[in-house]
């Protein structure tokens, strides 16, 4: 079975720009859901997709968005970047109901 | 909401020893994970506990669940150095929503 795979894994860019991070879930997963991880600090939830319906948000702004395909596979999309957004973020696919898989993260540095 | 909590922040602790991270956790959380986190990397899963009295082991690492306390606990057993990381717990706060709320965390440092 193949695991959760990001992209890309790191990636800079200018405060006001946006970015797009990808996902491909864990076979079978249905559920994906993205974590914002600040340098020294536990996962933060962002949101949740099931079945490409949004489906649990933390609390971040709207220009915060995502998208999950049918494919399951997913987006984070974050717009008008600001020096804070610099961070780990996490995907993690699950099979409803019992455990996580967890991605190897994009490192986002906004300069 | 639920709000996790672990203690220590930091441990450092000397090969060979025992210890005990703690996690808390404020309301109902049907199940609760542990991560294990080295530098720079994602989370590897360690441990999911789902009900009360759990217990599970695996190596040096055993883990347990006290609903009632609303606690669970990582306990290191003669600890080696390739231990050294940072741990986390994490609960589920609402059935049908798989958000995971995470503690902040313990680095663990094992020294020679």
């Known amino acids: 079975e193949t695991g959760v795979t990001q992209s890309p894994t790191h990636l800079i860019k200018t405060r006001g720009q946006q970015v797009t991070l990808r996902c491909s879930s864990q076979?079978?997963?249905?559920?994906v859901s993205w974590y914002q991880q600040a340098l020294g600090q536990g996962p933060q939830f962002i949101f949740q997709?099931?079945?490409?319906?949004?489906?649990g948000r933390g609390n971040f702004p709207p220009r915060f968005s995502g998208l999950q395909f049918p494919n399951y596979s997913s987006e984070l999309n974050v717009n008008a970047l600001e020096l804070d957004d610099s961070a780990l973020y996490l995907c993690?696919?699950?099979?409803?109901?019992?455990?996580?898989?967890f991605g190897s993260g994009t490192r986002l540095t906004v300069v | 909401e639920l709000k996790v909590e672990q203690n220590p922040l930091f441990l450092s602790m000397q090969e060979g020893k025992n210890y005990t991270i703690y996690c808390n956790y404020s309301?109902?959380?049907?199940?609760l994970y542990w991560y294990r986190q080295d530098p720079g990397k994602s989370l590897e899963s360690l441990f999911v506990?789902?009900?009360?009295?759990a217990v599970k082991q695996e190596g040096r690492l055993m883990a347990s669940l006290d609903t009632k306390a609303r606690l669970s606990t990582l306990h290191i057993t003669a600890a080696v150095h390739d231990l050294s990381a940072t741990y986390f717990c994490?609960?589920?706060?609402?059935?049908?929503?798989?958000?995971?709320?995470f503690g902040t965390g313990t680095r663990l440092t094992i020294i020679p």
């Open positions: 993690a696919s699950s099979l409803t109901g019992y455990g996580y898989t």
């Open positions: 076979s079978g997963h249905n559920t």
């Open positions: 997709y099931y079945r490409e319906e949004e489906n």
């Open positions: 309301t109902t959380s049907d199940r």
């Open positions: 506990l789902l009900s009360n009295g």
């Open positions: 994490a609960g589920r706060s609402n059935f049908g929503n798989e958000k995971l709320t």
